[in-house]
């Protein structure tokens, strides 16, 4: 049963765009950047919610590696591709811009696939994916990240956790969405266990010895000085299939990086060979498919939403209550917050209320009382 309080949607909303105004985000785009976040609330997925708003985001352009202003040029534009330089600014502006134009270009021609470059985190890929599925098409997105994943068999942390996401429209009342890293655990999880005081799982970070740890404040630290790294899907080595989530990353680094020919691997890092702060410089892709190109709209929905209600109707394991599809139990937790608002923890509340000490704003939290 949660037990943490909750504030209101509009309330948090209004906070957020607040301030990252206050922190020089313009304002149409701080909308964005705190609807990119509350989404992930409303999902249920508070390892990318508020819970990053500050280390993430405010802390990022207090330290110069994020830029508040998102200057976005576009380097290449055909009928059915863009690739765009995102001059260091908001990922999440700069992504919702190019899934804009790829959206515009799929519904004349079908398909389109686009690149950004010199860009920052860009919040849950599954937000951009949805952008295509509310227009009734299929998206595609991945993004490469700070180096905190190991390849098969090795221990230091070379990739991201990059997601590899789909959100493809069904005739149900959610969609089929998902929204996954390939690693299997990613660093905003270990983030939300620290902040929670919990620890993490064994067996989801690999040391140098070839040991793992689950202390996740320790993780933290210790990954960004290159003594632990985290593990792809399947886990260690080969018996698991550790080998295919390793493969899964590197696709998702390779597209990310080559599509638009930008930086990768450690050059990811957002440090200096001194350990000084530099710009991330990090690559997202996209892509849309419009099924009307192919049998309809209504085929496809028809037809994925048939393949989710089978599935979920199929012999269930001794003692499991039901099987679900990729973006239920998304909608369950937007039906049981949508009235309630967020749940807020304790260290969150803390960070709220000195944030709207610092940028000396008019907000009162139901949790003060």
Known sequence: METRPY???????????D???AYGVPEADAAICADVLLESDRR????HGCNRFKPIYLDRIKNGTLLPVTKMDIVKDTPTTVVMDANNGMGMVASHRIMEML??????????????????HYGIAGYWTSMAEKAGMIGISGTNARPSVAPTFGVEPMMGTNPFTFSLPTDEEFAFDFDC?????????IEFYERMGKPTPAGLVVTKDGGTMTDSGKILKEMRA?????????????????FKGYGFTTIVEILSSALAGGPYLKELSGKDAEGNNKLYRLGHFFFVINPEFFMGLDTFKK????????????????GAERIY????????AWLERKDKGVPVGEAIQKEFIALRDECGLDYRFPFEN
Not at 7 to 17: A, G, T, Y
Not at 226 to 242: D, K, P, Y
Not at 325 to 332: D, R
Request: glycine residues 18%.
């Open 181 to 189: 890293a390939t690693s299997i655990v990613q660093n905003g999880k």
């Open 103 to 120: 959206i515009e270009k799929a519904a004349k021609y079908g398909m389109a696939g686009g690149a950004v470059y010199n860009s920052t």
């Open 19 to 21: 301030v990252f105004k």
């Open 226 to 242: 290159g003594n632990c790294a985290l593990l792809s899907i399947g886990g260690l080595g080969e018996e698991n299939g550790g």
């Open 303 to 318: 037809t994925a939403g048939g393949i989710c209600r089978g599935l979920r109707a199929s012999q269930k394991a001794p």
């Open 7 to 17: 504030v209101s949607w509009e309330l948090i909303n209004n906070f957020m765009i």
């Open 44 to 47: 249920g997925i508070e390892s």
């Open 325 to 332: 599809t990729a973006g239920e139990k998304e909608h369950l």
